[in-house]
Nanobody, 121 residues
């Protein structure tokens, strides 16, 4: 069973930075594509950033995150981080970590419980 635990959320002023981290346990971390999603009150969950499984990892970002957020992974530590800079009030949301890979012919996703990010003065 794969378990994901997010940390690093909190309250930050506009223009500030936060670094979210997701620790993954239970299986071969390097085989999972890792993503960060977020869900603001009253809105649907949306993808923020994705980093592929190795080797030769690639990244993709939501347009709103490009140039401000950076996703990275440490396969030795089984963690994936999201560095968020120049935060805006519209970045306020619960941020979720997701691990995904093909298992027995179908794509399976595992989710963390989420961490709250609030951007406010």
């Amino acid at each position: 069973q794969v378990q994901l635990v997010e940390s690093g959320g909190g309250l930050v002023q506009p223009g500030g930075s936060l670094r979210l981290s997701c620790a993954v346990s239970g299986n071969v971390f390097s085989s999972y594509a890792m993503s960060w999603y977020r869900q603001a009150p009253g809105k649907e969950r949306e993808g923020v950033a994705t980093i592929s499984s190795g080797p030769g990892t690639s990244t993709n970002y939501h347009d709103s995150a490009k140039g401000r957020f950076t996703i990275s992974r440490d396969n030795a530590a089984s963690t994936v981080d999201l560095q968020m800079n120049n935060l805006k009030p519209e970045d306020t949301a619960v941020y979720y970590c997701k691990a995904g890979r093909f298992e027995s012919g179908r794509y399976v996703d595992y989710w963390g419980q989420g961490t709250q990010v609030t951007v406010s003065s």
